[in-house]
């Protein structure tokens, strides 16, 4: 049997997974979605990923019909039913069936749980690092679209940039906000090391709060490092010593190359090797059993 997808409180067979087009989801990129990480049958940081979907969706006047614990629950049986060792889980949402952008006429949110393998970065690149070039297009403004929540529709502007990226052949794209300050990767938060300090920007700079952006903060405080947040601009991140990326799929990779600036001596940095060992290890202790 394939693996099994939560719909709408059922479990059924992934092809019948299927939704309206009419939802406005579909039609209007209206909902929300958490990435989560399985790693050897324990599910990572789980309960920080339900409380940012339920904290987007109240946001957007979005009503989850169950408590965060009873979503965890939901999360954890199609991760069990679908035996995942290691892999990932995408949580999406969307305000429902409605033709018509009045959210009113959704009566019911649209509630998927599913289970995938992970793509990941091949692990040369955590030997030798990442290159990354500086996209055109800006993380919204949160006057309009607010970056913690993790909205399906804003992610347009990532696909975009992403695409400006893949044309550059980079590993990842990097966003600056409308002001022209360092916000984050396509699908990842940004950190500099210098002279031995961490930065990273802040969430007013127009990032998500990423979960491992947070985790990665605690362990490196936990190690001895000052870190702090930072309003930046591309002349930070081309004169630092050290720069990687944090995110659920790359963990913490790091960055060699900007905008064909060289990092640093070109090689992943001494801080960054042992915040990268740190995390993995972190990940095996980490996690709720499923
Ligand atoms: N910034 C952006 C814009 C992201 O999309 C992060 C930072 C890192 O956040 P976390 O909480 O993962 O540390 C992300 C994460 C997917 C997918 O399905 C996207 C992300 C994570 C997992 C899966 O495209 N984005």
Redesign the pocket.
């Known amino acids: 049997m394939g693996p099994v997808v939560y719909l709408n409180g059922k479990l059924v067979p992934e092809n019948e997974a299927v939704i309206s087009i009419y939802d406005h989801g579909f039609l209007y990129g209206d909902g929300l979605?958490e990435?989560i990480r399985c790693y050897d049958r324990k599910v990572f940081k789980l309960k920080e990923h339900i409380e940012r979907l339920f904290l987007g969706a109240k946001a957007i006047g979005i009503e989850i019909p169950m408590t965060q614990e009873e979503f965890i629950d939901c999360v954890l049986n199609v991760v069990r039913t679908n035996e995942v060792v290691d892999g990932?889980i995408?949580v999406t949402i969307s305000r429902g069936i409605g033709l018509g952008l009045d959210p009113r006429v959704c009566k019911k949110p649209t509630i998927a749980i599913s289970t995938s393998k992970l793509s990941l970065y091949p692990e040369e690149m955590y030997k030798n690092g990442l290159h990354v070039v500086t996209c055109s297009t800006r993380v919204p403004p949160s006057q309009s679209i607010e970056p913690r929540i993790?909205l399906t529709g804003k992610y347009i502007c990532?696909i975009m940039a992403k695409m400006e990226a893949n044309r550059e052949n980079a590993g990842e794209g990097l966003m600056l906000n409308v002001e022209g300050y360092i916000a984050?990767?396509?699908?990842?938060?940004i950190f500099i090391v210098k002279n031995g300090k961490i930065y990273t920007p802040p969430p007013y700079a127009g990032?998500?709060e990423?979960?491992?952006?947070q985790t990665v903060i605690e362990l490196a405080r936990e190690g001895g490092y000052d870190v702090s947040e930072k309003t930046m601009t591309l002349y930070d991140v081309y004169s630092a010593d050290e720069c990687f990326l944090?995110?659920?799929?790359a963990e913490v990779i790091p960055v060699v190359k900007v905008d064909e600036r060289i990092i640093g001596n070109g090689k992943p940095g001494a801080i960054t090797g042992k915040l990268i060992n740190a995390f993995r290890a972190y990940t095996k202790r980490e996690g709720v059993p499923v």
């Open positions: 979605f990435g990932y995408r993790k990532n984050e990767c396509t699908g990842d938060n990032i998500l990423g979960i491992t952006r944090t995110g659920t799929a």
